[in-house]
């Protein structure tokens, strides 16, 4: 079964950076660390932010179709028992549907109006 939706990876400016020179990354510290890289549904992207980026700056969002990353991709039982996207290979910059700056406001992080 097939069907496209947006996920979303949270990303430091420095992974980022590294990303874009690279073209390729493991992914954060914490991706490194499980083995694989972690993503957030539209719906999840959110909570992700104020539970694992509270009060930082300098991040950015990026989105990725989800059949662009095909069979690597996994759907995990995570937090509270719902299923998060997990990458089970390298992040790729040839991946990225966009990238979009994410300010911290005065109450958390301000995404932009146009995720779905």
């Known amino acids: 079964m097939s069907w496209a939706m947006m996920i979303y990876k949270i990303l430091r400016a420095d992974e980022w950076a590294a990303l874009q020179a690279e073209g390729e990354t493991p992914g954060a510290p914490i991706d490194v660390a499980d083995g694989f890289v972690h993503f957030s549904t539209a719906q999840q992207v959110r909570e992700t932010a104020s539970k694992h980026f509270a009060d930082e700056e300098g991040l950015f969002?990026?989105?990725f179709d989800t059949d662009v990353l095909g069979d690597a991709l996994a759907w995990e039982e995570s937090r509270g028992g719902a299923l998060f996207p997990h990458l089970?290979?390298?992040l790729r910059l040839a991946d990225v549907r966009w990238s979009?700056?994410?300010p911290l406001g005065l109450g958390g992080h301000v995404f932009p109006d146009d995720m779905t």
């Open 88 to 90: 089970y290979a390298p």
């Open 61 to 63: 969002v990026l989105a």
């Open 100 to 102: 979009k700056p994410l």
